[in-house]
């Protein structure tokens, strides 16, 4: 006999455990036969502490195990019933298909946990189940029995002959009792939950007033909240000292409020952390409550622009009306830097605004010169003060504000200046944009062939579309080409909020005439006369 028959013979031989069962009837004549007539025993307990408390929904771990032991009778070729273990996948004495149903029998808590499979189990080994169970609120303490039905199958006998074998099994159906105790204890109940100011974006107030529904004092207890997608909780404890059977104490939290998808209820949790009367630290199990949330507050504005032009300096007044159902204090309209605007400005004071007033306040803007006569999103924000003093911003929002055409000027004349004189000449200068320009200067910037120590002249104030005629006094070589020349011209003024805007350059056309001996020649003419 080899090693492995021997070992599947004494396996056969001597081991027998009870597990889960098939029946057969009729034995054909065989050479070798192994019965196994002890039942098996599975038993459960519990790992751990098997105590739990009124109110509480727990889980406790059972281990199942197999102890069980049985009488075996073998006779004939141990290697044909090696052979049939061997091709059968029979192992003597484990139970198999196990499974484990529990109840709460007259326990007063339910048994969440259905019916559980184990699986296989062998001689004096185990398996896990979890057992998840909900006390009730008014759970009297003791120690209670619940029922465990437990079904499984095990090999009662094999048969083999030199052409034939057949596997005996057997089902079983045993009940066994979980022992659990309910002791007193310090039990948390919500008694009421009331939010205020609470609004998306904000910090607001939770007040919370628990209960000790339980039969045991509780010590050193702090109540926290348990925070959520929706509320965050700024406070992490409040400390409400000791709390008897039956008493309530109130606490207040620090909440903020964040990813609102629509204004109603939302539910919070709170639990508690205590000393029981032996001194150990526990914790209560989570509660439950909710809170409304109200409407954040909403704006509407208006704007309305104000000398905003291209490659200039305007302003907007912007109008600010509280559109939501809740007073908001320390109020500030807020720009933000979009193009063609830089905001020289980018704050100003709403105050307080009552649902439906309103405020207006103005912004100086700078408009870029590669901006063009359209409409632009001005984009803002409103903040203000929550309940706990802390600044709210609302989203970034748009409002359209038109921009008009750069402020540009045309000037006209007819001058001319003979070669070699020095003469005086007349521009006309016309507003041609849109707002009016103040303490304008007119400048001409000259080449060759002209020269200049006269080259600006004070124009004063143009209205759109005014025009007014300035003087300037030049040079001609006197050599210079009798013909039309360019000079440039610019002009240079205060716009409508002290700021100093020079023009584009425009072209004036100044004709240079044929010398007639220029001032000298004019000298000896009057000397002459």
Known sequence: MNHRTARVGRALLSVGVAVLVLAATGTPAVAASYDEYGKPELVPTVQGSNVVAPGETTTLTVRLENRGTAIT?????????????????VTPGTATSTTVSVASGDAPLDVRSGKQSVGSISPRSGGALSLELDVDEGAQPGTYELPAVIEYQYVHRISAGDDEFFVVRKDVQVEKQITVRIDESFRLSVVDVTGENLRDGEDGTVSVT????????????????????????????????????????????????????????????????????????????????????????????????????VDSTGAVALEVTNTGDTTVHNARAVLHPAEPFVPLTTSASLGTLAPGESATTRFKLEVADRAVPQTYPLVYTVEYDDAYDERVATEERTVPVAVGPEMTVATDGSPSVAAGATERIDVTVTNTGDGVMRDAVARINVDTPFETDDDTA???????GESRTVTFTVSVDAGATAKPYAVDTTVKYDNAF??????????TSVTVTEGGGGLLRAILDFLGA
Do not use: C, K, M, W
């Not at 004070?458 to 759109?464: E, F, S, W």
């Not at 700021?499 to 072209?507: A, H, I, K, N």
């Open 498 to 507: 002290g700021r100093t805007v020079v023009t584009d350059t425009e072209s």
């Open 458 to 464: 004070y124009v004063g104030d143009l209205a759109p």
């Open 210 to 309: 628990v209960r000790n529904a339980g039969s045991e004092a509780g010590t050193d207890v702090n109540l926290r909240l348990i925070g959520s997608d929706q509320l965050q909780p700024r406070t992490n404890a409040v400390s409400l000292g000791r709390l008897a059977p039956g008493e309530t104490a109130a606490a207040e939290f620090r909440v903020g409020v964040r990813n609102i998808e629509s204004a109603g209820n939302y539910s919070i949790g709170v639990r508690a952390g205590y000393e029981d009367e032996g001194g150990d630290v526990r914790r209560s199990e989570p509660r439950s409550g909710a809170v409304s949330i109200e409407d954040a507050p909403s704006f509407a504005l208006g704007a309305t622009a104000e000398s905003l032009y």
């Open 73 to 89: 009778h073998g006779e004939g070729s141990v290697d044909r019933l090696a052979a049939v273990v061997d091709s059968q996948g």
